[in-house]
């Protein structure tokens, strides 16, 4: 897959020119264009838009969407703090508070909304959600009525219909819908921490790990219907199938009555399942369709319909098969997404799945359908939006599909630099998975870089940043970043071709192996995880990070008009606190400040923020990550900071979230020494 034909840095930093380039190859409607600047967005073949809705409607932590049966113009949103709003043509009014008997921690909370098929006649509504009672919490599925047909619920008129305790405080699932059978299905995860620790996934005799069915009507409080797998014995009779690690979103199909759902892996597979009853579907034998800690997989489990790699960051949305009239070509696909990447996919069973989106879906939590059968999507975030034909393509694609069209290398020799490239390094550098990095930056003839109060390089429009990456002297991937002519920043992949000629546009993203491991070349959305706006596009290019060499070098070749003021970043012989601050700084900070990225975490860790002001001394948000008396920095305890335990750690809960397969071992030891070190957090 890779060759080792991008020189190393050493050979690089002989080479310093600069030179400008005709008015004809700075044009990007060019056809024969060959300047490492200005290059035009790619037009990748999208189906769908996702189009905001009920604008009005900004719920923050929404997990759930949906609507009265019977009733589309009355909609209602599940927060996971324990409120469930309503709303219609306006802004949302509270339907029901439940935060005084909700725990959330992490992925738990309020996590679903079910309304009985007969809530016209009956105004019953089923919530799933975590409740106090267990170490660490109970999930409980309680029946509610509401007096007013669906204005407001009576949280007094709960009615507990099952729970059961949690060993760990994740994979809770928590979605719960009836069945075209009328039955209630539920599902729960495999009770958390990896690897599912008690097999609960494969343990006949518990709800964990489950999608379960019961009749609600039949019983108090429920009854079970007469073929559940388990009616007779043999294993809990509520079990309906069973091998999920962490059932989150699932739905019927209102043609077809087929039951999707949406199951979270661990740390390479994520998959779609089409769940029949008495299905085993694998875990934690296998993930995916392969096998889990074993040489042989079983062989009466169930495959994935679909299943995709995690590259670092990944968690599956189920969503619905899209019975809507805008998308004919949409019509009986189970449509899904990713919480992290933001693609959208749909597919068809026995069929490959297909992009539909690439980017727009990130961090929406459920998906929901309308009476009509078009497809909502509900934000993390807060907003909703639709799925939409998506516009035409504007004009001819003139992106380059091979790094030898970029103007970025010498067309006929792609391992040597284009020669308006000025090449910097940096004197801490981002954690790669090990990879050397060379780096390189092309701006516009004539233009040049302003910086801003806070030391960050601001590039002009029409700017790329070449990086190379080079992992046991192979060089692997070279990646552009460009800032396009509507001012954002795009990241484009390359991967180089085993034989060394050049080196392929990665769009949909892949896992490859390199040496002893495997390497993660980024798909397009996924660049703009960690490159957003609020990052300011690049992350090197600040005062505090360029060496004197680099910053000199820009000077000299007219990319900035004096050298910066500002202090570099601590080095090898500061303190050991100035050290793990600068490595949070520059390995962290792009997300973690007030305006990035990090979502419920909300800790700033720009170097400048004081210690006391980064939010680090406080519980974690976003989950304890199974450490006990868990705080974000336990001063001395490395062992129960939540800070330590996503750095060390790999699959959803990895710190950072997407691109990359390795910890950063030394990395992790810096910051276990610091906390060691530290006697109390202000």
């Known amino acids: 897959m890779v060759g080792s034909v991008w020189m190393r840095r050493s050979a690089w930093w002989a080479w310093l020119g600069f030179v400008g380039c005709s008015p004809d190859a700075s044009d990007p409607s060019h056809p024969d264009r ?37 009733d589309g113009s009355r909609w209602y949103v599940a927060a996971k703090s324990g409120v469930v709003y309503t709303f219609g043509d306006g802004a949302p009014q509270v339907f029901a508070d439940l935060q005084d008997r909700v725990v959330e921690d992490g992925e738990a909370g309020l996590l679903g909304i079910a309304f009985h098929p007969r809530f016209a006649d009956n105004g019953e509504v089923y919530l ?46 928590g979605d719960l819908r009836f069945g075209p059978d009328g039955f209630l299905y539920i599902g729960f995860g495999d ?92 875990w934690n034998l296998e993930e995916g369709s392969e096998c889990f800690g074993r040489e042989t997989c079983p062989v009466d489990t169930i495959d994935p319909v679909a299943q995709y790699r995690n590259r670092g960051g990944a968690s599956v949305v189920g969503g619905a098969v899209y019975r809507g009239s805008e998308l004919p070509d949409l019509v009986g696909a189970f449509v899904y997404s990713d919480f992290y990447r933001g693609t959208v996919w749909s597919v068809r069973n026995g069929e490959e799945p297909r992009v539909l989106h690439r980017s727009g879906g990130r961090r929406i939590a459920a998906w929901a359908e309308d009476e009509a059968g078009e ?99 192979q060089t692997v991937e070279t990646r552009l970043l460009v800032r396009h002519d509507d001012g954002a920043w795009a990241g ?62 820009f000077v000299e070749h007219g990319l900035l008009d004096a050298r ?42 720009r170097i400048e923020t004081p210690l006391a002001e980064t939010g680090l001394c406080d519980r974690p948000r976003a989950g304890d990550v199974n450490r006990t008396d868990a705080w974000i920095l336990a001063p001395g305890d490395p062992d129960r900071s939540v800070l330590l335990a996503r750095v060390e750690s790999l699959g959803s809960v990895r710190m950072p979230p997407v691109g990359s397969l390795v910890v950063d071992t030394a990395g992790a030891e810096l910051l276990r020494s610091w906390i060691t070190a530290r006697t109390s957090c202000p």
């Not at 090990?434 to 429009?461: H, N, Q, T, W």
């Not at 973690?592 to 860790?605: E, F, N, V, W, Y």
């Open 34 to 70: 060959n300047a490492c600047i200005a290059l035009p967005r790619p037009q990748l073949d999208e189906a769908i838009a996702l189009e905001p809705v009920f604008t009005d409607v900004a719920v923050e932590g929404g997990v759930a969407l949906a609507h009265l049966p019977g």
């Open 564 to 605: 910066p003021e500002g202090d570099p970043l601590p080095g090898d012989t500061a303190s050991l606190e100035d050290r793990a601050r600068a490595y949070l700084h520059v390995n962290c900070a792009q997300c973690h400040h007030p305006d990035g990225a990090a979502g419920r975490a909300r800790i700033d860790l």
């Open 128 to 173: 799933a959600y975590t409740a106090p009672g267990a170490d660490p919490f109970r999930s409980v599925i309680a029946r509610f009525t509401s007096p007013d047909g669906g204005r407001t619920l009576d949280v007094d008129s709960a009615a507990e219909v099952l729970s059961i305790d949690q060993p760990f405080t994740n994979h809770n699932g």
């Open 375 to 473: 497809l909502y999507g509900v934000s993390y975030d807060g907003g909703i939006v639709r799925i939409v034909p998506a516009p035409p393509p504007d004009g001819a694609d003139r992106f380059p599909r091979t790094l030898s069209a970029s103007g970025c290398v010498q067309p006929s020799d792609p391992t040597a630099p284009a020669a308006e490239l000025v090449a910097y390094d940096v004197a801490l550098p981002f954690w790669s998975d090990g990879a050397d990095k060379s780096r390189f930056v092309a701006v516009p003839p004539g233009e040049r870089i302003d910086v801003g109060a806070d030391g960050r390089f601001v590039l002009p429009v029409g700017s790329v940043v070449v990086k190379a990456f080079a992992r046991a002297d």
């Open 191 to 282: 009770g958390g921490s990896a690897s599912d620790p008690y097999g609960n996934g494969q343990d006949l005799d518990t709800w964990l790990g489950k999608m379960l069915r019961i009749d609600v009507d039949g019983g108090d409080p429920y009854a079970i219907p007469a073929d559940n797998p388990f009616a007779a014995g043999g294993g809990a009779p509520e079990i309906f199938a069973w091998g999920l690690r962490n059932p989150w979103r699932f739905s019927f199909d209102r043609a077809t009555g087929d039951l999707w759902v949406g199951d979270v892996g661990q740390n390479l597979w994520e998959e779609v399942d089409l769940v029949v009853k008495g299905g085993n579907y694998g």
């Open 492 to 553: 484009y992949s390359y991967a180089w071709r085993e034989d060394g000629s050049d080196a392929d546009l990665v769009v949909d993203g892949l896992v490859a192996p390199v040496d002893d491991g495997a390497w993660v070349y980024p798909a397009i959305e996924d660049c703009a995880w960690c490159h957003g706006e609020a990052a300011g596009g690049t992350l090197g290019l600040r005062t505090e990070q360029l060496t004197d060499d680099a910053l000199d070098r």
